[in-house]
């Protein structure tokens, strides 16, 4: 009985470790990527998409300078904000209202201002939309910090 | 043959066996409600066989997936057949197992002796929308992707473990390779294990207590379960096939989406039906109850679900149960028309609906392209895709002053009047006939909102041309013809070559007094003025890349641009991008029926 279960452990374990590999896997800190250049981002303040490209290793692959993500840029003189396109309720990609006056989410209908601020008491986002650290260099490139923070909860906790 | 059955019998005892499955009485006789049971493990028995042949040919990865279910939906002989049963043999599953639970709870067949058998079949229940929710990102298509990122989001909202419980899910803290692997490993291998065991421990409690048969029928004659019984088991389960058959025929199979994309917005994000509740569900829930939402709720109605044998013991359990039951039924059939409702009635969503149908197509279309897919997958292809990616660029970077038959290139039109020419169709004989037409080159649709519209050039149109006699008129035709020639445009090559004779004439005509293109522009070995688009060239693919990279060159607009960015120079559009927008806007991308 002791033998069987000491031999049984083996594999379990085995299997449990590797299973619970990607927890050791913490992306930590995500480095600054270079999105795009100042003169892209529409001066009117209207906020625009752009894709994040980076580079990325995907499990086995690594992929060179891969779209990974999107953030809306808004600029406000030579201050760009960065927002992150991703729901801060379920993950969901938040879309511009077709009037462009507002982020609407069409998934569970969360709804922000453009500066990515809860605008509607109904919305059941428990947070603005994530503001990533950004930073103009050399006059015209606009860094942002691209990552991902924790769905459905009050505080901005990285994934 | 019976001499060989005997010793098989002698073996293995195959015979006792045989008789203890067949030979069962049911008291009250054989009866048509007590077919759930054997319909759903019929069903299974389809999910099992159609799924492990999917699987022999199914790549679970994030550039194989999608790639891999195309070609079984497209490529393999009757591979469409195949999966639209796989798919909808599922969701006919949903219903059966709701029909079996209905009948369970309407005949108390959950009280007393039979209460670890009911926890059973929800544990049944359970694994099943375990199997739905894993099997609807398998095919890696925007809609699985997206439907399924707002599961594994529920999943991290719980409290402590979640996050953990999120990242083994999705096996990294993003989506990708390994977040197939695994849920095609609780696909194919943990879940159907767990379906396997609980079947078996179902039957063979259902076979220690036996059907619940009503009081009215206690004074019947027993029924056998072979062949009474059988029978009707093997009709309903005919009929479940058959109405599933013909779903997939009717339908033309499961759907397929276009490749997942974690860049590109995708509005038309929904659940399967049957969780569109949950969907509905979570909109109600305020900042800060998302848990109670999406977890604690639906938990506490599975966990009133699974108390039912014990809340079933007092006086009036039954009727309560009855009354829990139906109250939550009412509840989901509710959430659920009424997410449908919302859907059907918001404008957004059915043109979002419409834009994704669109996406899928095209995805399908490239995939079928002699060049097929490449490699790199699905998504590199659409990606590579002028007709997807050109608009998106247009309206991005474009649109803040260009139209496209009005609108952004996406199909909205900005409130804003445009600030330069109508660029749809441009380098075309009709674009020119209109830049050439003295009225219409100092609309908004040519140079009415630039510049320009006091320039050498519509001064030249508004007056000059208009002068022109009938002869005059024929040449200017031609030359026409010339310039747009000069684009080369795939959709125009039939016309230029048919008119090589006439295109001929038109160059010589460029310079003739009359027209005299070349007083400012540069065309072929005649030199015109600086800061004056040059004609040699104009509208091809070259010369288009040549003004995005930088307008302000002397051979473009120069000291005389309005305003264009300097899309290249200042690296506003990446080399690719400008390509796509280019090719999209000279109609260069691969369709199945030639080009348009």
Not at chain 2, 139 to 150: L, N, R, S
Request: charged content about 20%.
């Amino acid at each position: 009985m002791v033998m069987g279960a000491v031999a049984s452990a083996v594999p379990l374990a085995a299997g449990a470790t590797a299973l619970l590999d990607p927890l050791r896997r913490h992306t930590g800190a995500s480095d600054m990527v270079l999105v795009t250049r100042l003169s892209a981002v529409p001066t009117d303040g209207a906020p625009q998409k752009f894709t994040v490209t980076a580079d990325r290793t995907d499990a086995w692959a690594t992929y060179a300078d891969t779209p990974i993500g999107a953030v809306y840029l808004r600029r406000t003189g030579d201050d760009v904000v960065a927002l992150n396109t991703v729901c801060p309720h379920a993950g969901c990609f938040v879309g511009l209202a077709p009037d462009r006056s507002r982020f609407a989410c069409p998934c569970h209908k969360s709804s922000f201002d453009l500066d990515g601020v809860v605008n509607d008491p109904a919305s059941p986002s428990p947070r603005d939309m994530d503001v990533l650290e950004t930073e103009v260099r050399n006059g015209d490139e606009v860094w942002v910090r691209f990552q991902h923070f924790l769905p459905g909860r009050e505080d901005k906790t990285p994934v | 043959m019976s001499e060989l059955l005997n010793w098989l019998d002698d073996r293995t005892g195959y015979r006792g066996l045989l008789k203890g499955a067949l030979y069962e009485h049911i008291p009250g006789g054989a009866r048509w409600r007590y077919i759930w049971g054997s319909t759903l493990t019929f069903a299974m028995f389809v999910q099992f066989v159609t799924g492990i042949v999917l699987w022999a040919a199914y790549s679970a990865n994030a550039q194989g997936a999608w790639e891999s279910v195309y070609f079984i939906q497209n490529q393999m002989v009757g591979g469409w057949v195949l999966r639209g049963i796989h798919h909808y043999m599922a969701q006919a599953t949903i219903v059966l197992l709701l029909l079996h639970l209905m009948q369970v709870m309407i005949d108390g067949a959950y009280k007393a002796p039979r209460e670890v058998n009911f926890w059973f079949g929800l544990g049944l229940l359970g694994l099943v929308l375990g199997l739905s929710l894993t099997g609807y990102l398998l095919p890696w298509d925007q809609k699985g992707f997206w439907a399924t990122k707002v599961a594994t989001s529920i999943a991290s909202m719980t409290p402590v473990v979640g996050p953990a419980m999120q990242q083994l899910l999705v096996g990294g803290s993003e989506y990708g390779h390994h977040t197939l692997t695994r849920f095609f490993a609780l696909h194919a291998g943990v879940l159907p294990a767990g379906v396997v065991a609980l079947i078996v421990g179902h039957v063979y409690l259902f076979r220690r207590h036996g059907v619940k048969a009503p009081k009215d029928h206690a004074d019947k004659p027993a029924g056998m379960f072979w062949p009474d019984q059988v029978l009707k088991d093997g009709v309903a389960s005919l009929i479940v096939m058959a109405t599933v058959l013909g779903i997939v025929l009717w339908t033309g199979g499961a759907h397929l989406g276009a490749p997942a994309d974690p860049t590109e917005p995708y509005s038309a994000a929904r659940p399967e039906w049957y969780f569109l509740f949950l969907f509905q569900w979570l909109k109600y829930f305020p900042a800060g109850w998302e848990v109670v939402g999406a977890q604690v709720i639906p938990g506490l109605a599975f966990g009133l679900i699974a108390a039912m044998p014990i809340i079933g013991k007092w006086r009036l359990g039954h009727r309560l149960n009855m009354g829990i039951g139906t109250a939550l039924l009412a509840g989901i059939v509710m959430l659920t028309w009424v997410a449908k409702v919302e859907d059907g009635s918001d404008p957004d969503f059915v043109a979002a609906q419409i834009e994704a149908e669109a996406a899928a197509h095209r995805a399908a279309e490239l995939a079928a392209s002699p060049r097929g897919i490449p490699a790199a997958g699905g998504l590199a292809m659409l990606r590579a895709d002028p007709f997807t990616q050109g608009p998106r660029i247009f309206a991005a970077s474009c649109a803040s002053c260009h139209r496209f038959e009005g609108h952004d290139g996406l199909g909205s039109v900005p409130e804003e009047e445009p600030t330069a020419s109508d660029l749809a169709g441009f380098g075309s004989r009709a674009w020119l006939e209109g830049l050439l037409d003295a009225e219409r080159i100092v609309s908004l649709e040519y140079f009415g909102g630039t510049a320009h519209d006091r320039g050498r050039m519509a001064r030249f149109v508004t007056r000059g041309l208009a002068q022109l006699d009938d002869a005059e008129r024929v040449d200017l035709a031609k030359v026409v013809l010339a310039v747009s020639a000069e684009a080369g445009l795939p959709y125009q090559a039939e016309s230029d070559e048919a008119e090589a004779q006439v295109i001929e004439e038109g160059r010589a005509l460029i310079s003739s007094e009359a027209i005299n293109c070349t007083r400012c522009h540069t065309f072929g070995d005649m030199i015109g003025d600086d800061d004056v688009p040059v004609l040699t060239g104009w509208g091809s693919r070259e010369w288009m890349l040549g003004i995005l990279h930088d307008p302000s060159a002397p051979q473009y607009y120069g000291e005389d641009n309005d305003g264009m960015p300097l899309f290249g120079v200042d690296e506003i559009l990446t080399e690719v991008q400008m390509g796509l927008v280019v090719d999209w806007l000279r109609r260069d991308w691969y369709s199945e029926d030639g080009n348009q």
